[in-house]
């Protein structure tokens, strides 16, 4: 079966949605921050604004995981360089294979955690300050992997379909 139109979709998609989730992340920050100082209780909006920047960030990991496996930049660019050693030694494979998905990766936990301080039996202050901890380190993660269109040799548009 040809993955080549899957494949393409999901790229298209996943560039698209890390716009929304770059605004969930930071409208997260702000409203934690500003909840914490201000002294606001932590409510059903905030638990339920945070689950749907987890259920975004969840739903871009399956499509990057996909975009890995299928795609040529992840598992059968490591195949065809000859190998991870080949590929470490590769700054663009090596972005692909292994930078952008552990940092992405590492992004999803801490907006995971962060998402479940929400839940824990702590007072309010306390869940809008962990909160916004972890989302304000994940959105550093995601700055410092992201293929901005102005790094040489793995930028990627602004906007999907542009070139």
Same mark, same amino acid.
């Given at each position: 079966?040809? %993955?080549?139109?899957?494949y393409t979709g999901s790229v298209h998609l996943?560039?698209? !949605?890390?716009?929304l989730l770059l605004v969930l992340l930071v409208y997260g920050i702000f409203r934690h921050v500003m909840a914490w100082q201000q002294k606001k209780y932590y409510d059903i909006h905030d638990l339920k604004r945070n689950t749907w920047l987890m259920?975004?960030?969840? $739903? %871009? !990991?399956?499509? #990057?995981m996909f975009?890995?496996?299928?795609?040529?930049w992840g598992l059968k660019n490591i195949q065809n360089l000859g190998g991870m050693g080949a590929a470490m030694k590769d700054s663009v494979? +090596? $972005?692909?294979?292994?930078?952008? !998905?552990?940092? %992405? /990766? &590492?992004? &999803?936990? !801490?907006?995971?955690i962060g998402r479940g301080f929400g839940k824990k039996?702590?007072?309010d202050q306390m869940k809008h300050k962990k909160t916004f901890t972890f989302f304000i380190i994940a959105l550093l993660v995601i700055i410092?992997? %992201?293929?901005?269109? /102005? +790094?040489? #040799? &793995?930028g990627r548009p602004w906007f999907p379909g542009m070139h």
């Amino acid at each position: 079966m040809d %993955m080549t139109p899957w494949y393409t979709g999901s790229v298209h998609l996943h560039n698209g !949605l890390r716009w929304l989730l770059l605004v969930l992340l930071v409208y997260g920050i702000f409203r934690h921050v500003m909840a914490w100082q201000q002294k606001k209780y932590y409510d059903i909006h905030d638990l339920k604004r945070n689950t749907w920047l987890m259920s975004t960030a969840h $739903f %871009m !990991l399956v499509l #990057g995981m996909f975009q890995w496996v299928v795609g040529p930049w992840g598992l059968k660019n490591i195949q065809n360089l000859g190998g991870m050693g080949a590929a470490m030694k590769d700054s663009v494979a +090596r $972005f692909w294979a292994v930078e952008h !998905l552990t940092g %992405m /990766f &590492i992004a &999803i936990i !801490l907006i995971t955690i962060g998402r479940g301080f929400g839940k824990k039996g702590i007072s309010d202050q306390m869940k809008h300050k962990k909160t916004f901890t972890f989302f304000i380190i994940a959105l550093l993660v995601i700055i410092a992997v %992201m293929p901005w269109p /102005f +790094r040489a #040799g &793995i930028g990627r548009p602004w906007f999907p379909g542009m070139h």
